[in-house]
């Protein structure tokens, strides 16, 4: 089974600071990765995804790859209450295959 | 609008009883995915398929079954072989292809009488 494995958290960061997620996985052959967010009871929501080693911004959120270490991170630059959820990072491994991790619990506090 | 369709929200099911979720997308894409999820943990493959008339198990496949006679759609029975069924089931779908992204339903929560 492939593993994907992320800290659970809960990860507490007052508001308008930096929060900083992260992500191993075990195929060195996974050419996908994704960041989702999740409030409780609701379905996962896509918010960033890589392909490529180094970083890539989409407004507060910056998703950055290292395939050599297998280690995916999310940060999030001004962190608002509302981003308070759970995020689960996700790797495509093979063509059609995805796996998660258990997720990281994000509390901002005002 | 285009996305997927989940149904019921809300199902319960009785000692022995085979219940059907169902799951129908719109968006014109060839992968469906059958995930559960259990309270405070991550998503679990439970059945996937790439094609219609195909599909295959995932990591969780005991108890369940699926057929995939229409492109738009991919229902999941869980059957009275599994025998902790509670849990939060999330159909997703997705392009075929390398790089292509995952899309969720709303999700079914299913609960045992």
């Known amino acids: 089974q492939k593993e994907v494995e992320q800290n659970s958290g809960p990860l507490s960061v007052p508001e308008g600071a930096i929060a900083s997620l992260n992500c191993t996985y075990s195929?060195?052959?996974?050419?996908?990765f994704f960041w989702y967010r999740q409030y409780s009871g609701k379905s996962p929501e896509l918010i960033m995804f890589i392909y490529s080693n180094g970083d890539k911004e989409d407004g507060r959120f910056t998703a950055q790859l290292n395939k050599a270490s297998q280690y995916v991170s999310l940060l999030i630059r001004d962190s608002q209450p509302s981003d308070s959820a759970t995020y689960l990072c996700a790797v495509r491994f093979g063509f059609n295959k995805f796996y998660f991790g258990s997720g990281t619990k994000l509390n901002v506090k005002p | 609008d285009g996305g997927i369709t989940q149904s019921p929200k809300y199902l319960f099911r009785k000692e022995g009883q085979n219940v059907t979720l169902s799951c129908e997308q719109n968006?014109?894409?060839?992968?469906m995915y059958w995930y559960r999820q259990d309270p405070g943990q991550g998503l679990r493959l439970i059945y996937y398929?790439?094609?219609?008339?195909?599909?295959q198990k995932g990591d969780i496949a005991e108890g369940y079954s699926v057929s995939r006679e229409k492109k738009e759609s991919f229902p999941l029975t869980v059957t009275s072989a599994q025998k902790n069924p509670t849990a939060f089931y999330l159909c997703?779908?997705?392009?075929?292809?390398?790089?292509?992204?995952?899309?969720f339903g709303s999700g079914t929560q299913l609960s045992v009488l």
């Open positions: 398929s790439q094609i219609v008339n195909d599909f």
């Open positions: 195929d060195r052959g996974s050419q996908s």
């Open positions: 968006l014109n894409h060839d992968a």
């Open positions: 997703a779908s997705s392009i075929n292809g390398v790089g292509e992204k995952l899309f």
